[in-house]
Structures are given as C-alpha cells and as structure tokens.
C-alpha cells in the first residue's frame, strides 16, 4: 500500500479537492472587495492592513512590509491620505520621523470590507447542509492549526504569520 501521506504530498484526489476549494474562498474572498460601494487597489488593502495591525508604522517599515521602494511607498501614502483613509504625524520618538495610521475612515472602510466578506461566506455556507457546515468548521479548525505549527517551523520573523500572508495575497 502506497502512503501519500509523507512530508509534501497528497494524493491526486485530494490535493485536487483542497486546491478546488482554496480557489472557491480565494473567490469569494476576492469578489467583496470588487463589490464594495468604495473601490480599494490591492496595493492599498495591503498598506492599510499592514498599518492597522502595527497601528502605526513608519514609511520605511510599510515599504519593507509591502516589498517596495520608499519613493513608491511615499506616493501610496499620498493617495491614501487623500481618499482620507490615513493620516500622517509625527512620531513621538523621534520628531524627524513620519508615522502613518489609520483615520476613523480607513478603520471603517476595513470594517466596511470585512462585514462584506463574511456576509458572502456567510452566503456560501449557508447553502451547505448542516452537517457539512459542522464538518467544514471542524475541518478549517484543523487545518489553521496545522497551517500555524507549518508556518512557525518555517520562519522566523514573527510578521510571516499564515494571516499575514494571506492578507499580502489575499488583499
């Protein structure tokens, strides 16, 4: 008997079924912020979450999150600062230094974003049977948990959490 279960692999058959379905939340993931009344680049989704989880960072540390130069970094703030989602201030550590967090709009224009993704996964399972629903839960359950022992084998800068990256992907 040939075990597929060995570091890396899955059968065909589920490695299919898994894909399948990480591809359908990526979707649904995906459509509500293409549905939202107020239109945000993936680009801008990352800063602002990026900014909200540090709640306030300064220009050099939101480039290195977001993989990009400080000129590119600078211009993105300036638009996220004119759509009135982030403010610009000066840092009480060091008076040189910039530091970038979210308004009362950015951090309502979040929430806005997340009741709408959980209102279409909320769509999607309550079209499943509830012994499915049950199933899927106890699933995702397990397999955040085993996602979270995978990826803290993995790195070791605490910002690369699955969460984390998903967001960087996902956003």
């Known amino acids: 008997m ?11 058959a589920t490695g299919a079924a898994v894909e399948n379905a990480a591809a ?14 107020t239109k945000v680049s993936s680009i801008q989704m990352q800063a602002l979450l990026t900014i909200e989880r540090h709640q306030e960072v ?3 540390r939101l480039g290195e999150a977001l993989g990009a130069l ?3 970094t600078s211009r993105l703030c300036d638009r996220l600062e004119a759509t009135g989602w982030v403010r610009r201030s000066v840092s009480p550590d060091d008076r040189r230094e910039l530091t970038i ?12 974003l997340r009741a709408r993704r959980r209102d279409d996964l909320a769509q999607v399972v309550d079209e499943m049977p509830p012994e499915a629903r049950k199933a899927l839960l106890r699933g995702l359950r397990a397999f955040t948990a085993a996602a979270d022992r995978v990826t803290a084998q993995r790195s070791d800068r605490s910002d ?4 984390i990256i998903a967001g960087r992907f996902l956003a």
């Open 2 to 12: 040939n075990d597929h279960r060995e570091l890396g692999h899955l059968d065909p």
């Open 24 to 37: 359908a939340l990526v979707a649904v993931w995906a459509s509500s912020r293409q549905t939202a009344a």
């Open 58 to 60: 300064n220009l050099a």
């Open 70 to 72: 400080p000129s590119s």
């Open 101 to 112: 967090g979210l308004t009362p709009s950015g951090k309502a224009l979040l929430e806005e």
């Open 160 to 163: 690369d959490s699955w969460t």
